[in-house]
């Protein structure tokens, strides 16, 4: 690298010590040319590069700031939270409902207003969203301002079909997404009542909190089995600082642990008997697939969510990718390799 230098000074060859002669100045000419050609070429081509070798087709992107997270696919629709991911210092930028369709353009979908939130507040942003059946979602909305319970929120089942909305529960959410078990109609989440960072049905105020430590990311199984990254699945030994497993909860007192070693857990989601994964693995930040153990990667990149097409044959995940000058974001749409 080349200091403090102006583009100027790189063009002209002055930043080259004791070449700057009246002399050798048609050289100096010549070598600056040369050195500006070399430098452009050693930073354009990182540039160029960050597009290339991107997996799958892209459905949506933006290099605004605005980040892309909790993907759901219901019917022939995506549907995603739309975050402007880089003001960190703005607590009250809004998260907009999003759907594309293959093909169409992102559009914007209005959210239910739950029954704890008062009219007279702004629109409700969601915090996290998860799919019920072939036509709704769950989104999780936050109440109205509560000095008892900052983090009072409101799991809300919207019809995407007709736009009709429920109430389902309304518990102290502790963060990091819902699970929805379609068979039994039982939501699972992350609970300030549960210490550990774990999770336990809503539908149930007595029910016992998973043996779990730091509790990301739930999915539910076609079976009704919850699984999830933890620092620590049930009584087991605890993963090494700043990794986690991929837990799956069988009942009560019994996790299995289905694979190990993972950092920067971003994302889950299952479809029948296969697992994917949005997190970093051996060291490479990607999309996987979990087969019996053992990772196989699909996509590389710094994936903030992961959901399989009904049918299982894709993927749709949310790509940030950190350019020179602005980051990337993009929805991918990936095809799931054959078993």
């Known amino acids: 690298m080349i200091g403090h230098v102006s583009p ?21 000419h010549w070598f600056g040319r040369v050195a500006a050609y070399v430098l452009a070429v050693v930073v354009l ?7 290339s070798g991107v997996s799958g087709s892209e ?19 995506i549907y995603y939270l739309e975050h402007n991911a880089e003001d960190h210092m703005n607590s009250d930028t809004t998260t907009l409902l999003m759907r594309v369709r293959d093909g169409g353009l992102p559009e914007h979908v209005a959210v239910h207003r739950p029954e704890c939130r008062s009219p007279d507040d ?35 089942r919207q019809d995407v079909d007709n736009g009709s909305a429920a109430d389902v529960a ?48 739930p999915v539910a199984t076609g079976s009704g089995q919850i699984v999830y990254f933890a620092s620590r699945c049930g009584t087991g030994d605890p993963e090494g600082t700043g990794k986690y497993a991929i837990c799956r909860h069988d009942g009560p007192g019994r996790e299995t642990v289905l694979a190990r070693g993972i950092r920067n857990p971003a994302g889950l989601a299952v479809h029948e008997n296969r697992i994917a994964v949005a997190a970093e693995v051996g060291g490479r930040a990607g999309l996987w697939l979990l087969d019996a153990g053992t990772f196989r990667n699909v996509a590389r990149g710094e994936y903030r969510g992961v959901a399989f097409a009904p049918d299982g044959a894709h993927l749709a995940a949310p790509l940030r990718d950190e350019g020179w000058f602005s980051t990337r974001w993009s929805i991918r749409i990936i095809a799931t390799p054959a078993l």
Not at 8 to 25: A, D, F, I, K, T
Not at 68 to 77: A, E, I, T
Not at 148 to 154: E, G, I, K, M, S
Not at 188 to 211: I, K, M
Request: aromatic share 10%; charged share 15%; glycine share 10%.
């Open 8 to 28: 100027e000074q790189v063009h002209s060859g002055s930043w080259l010590v004791g070449m700057n002669e009246p002399g050798n100045r048609s050289t100096v």
């Open 45 to 51: 081509l990182p540039i160029s590069a960050c597009g």
């Open 59 to 77: 459905l949506t992107s933006s290099s605004k700031g605005v980040g892309y997270f909790w993907p759901v696919w219901v019917g022939d629709s």
């Open 122 to 156: 702004v629109d409700p942003s969601p915090e996290a969203m998860v799919a019920m059946s072939d036509h709704e979602i769950g989104l999780l909305v936050v109440c109205s301002y509560d000095p008892t319970d900052l983090n009072r929120t409101a799991l809300i």
């Open 170 to 217: 309304t518990f102290s959410y502790g963060g990091y997404g819902v699970a929805w078990a379609n068979g039994t109609g039982t939501a699972y989440a992350r609970e300030r009542v549960c210490t550990s960072g774990s999770v336990r049905p809503l539908s149930d105020t007595n029910a016992t909190c998973f043996d779990a430590t730091d509790v990301r990311e």
